[in-house]
C-alpha cells in the first residue's frame, strides 16, 4: 500500500482555511476514485506544549503506486491538486510514501 501525504503549513486566517478545506476542498478531492482509506489530521502541539511545525495533514491510502498515479492523474485528482493554493496560503508539501508494517 501506499500514500499520498499533504502537509499544510499554518494559515494566514485559520477561519478562511477550516470554511474552504470542509465546504469546497473536501467535496472536491472525495471524487478521487480508487482510494482505500483517507485519514486528516488537525495537530494540536508538540510533546513539550509548543507549536506544531505543520497545521494539518491529509493521507489518501492507494494499493498500489500505479493506482495512485493513475487516479492522482485523473481529472478528479488534478481538480484537487489544482484548488490546494486556492486556501493554503501556509505552504503545502505533498509526498508520496510507501506503508510498512
Do not use: C, W
Amino acid at each position: 500500500m501506499v500514500k499520498l501525504v499533504v502537509m499544510y503549513g499554518h494559515p494566514v486566517d485559520v477561519e478562511a482555511f477550516e470554511e474552504y478545506y470542509a465546504e469546497t476542498h473536501l467535496p472536491i478531492a472525495a471524487k478521487i476514485k480508487g482510494l482505500s482509506k483517507v485519514e486528516f489530521t488537525k495537530f494540536s502541539g508538540t510533546p513539550d506544549g509548543g507549536k506544531p511545525s505543520q497545521y494539518r495533514m491529509a493521507e489518501l491510502y492507494f494499493e498500489t503506486i500505479e493506482e495512485l498515479k493513475k487516479q492522482m492523474a485523473s481529472p478528479e485528482g488534478q481538480a484537487a491538486v489544482n484548488d490546494i493554493p486556492n486556501f493554503a496560503s501556509g505552504g503545502v508539501d505533498v509526498m508520496i510514501g510507501e506503508v510498512q508494517s
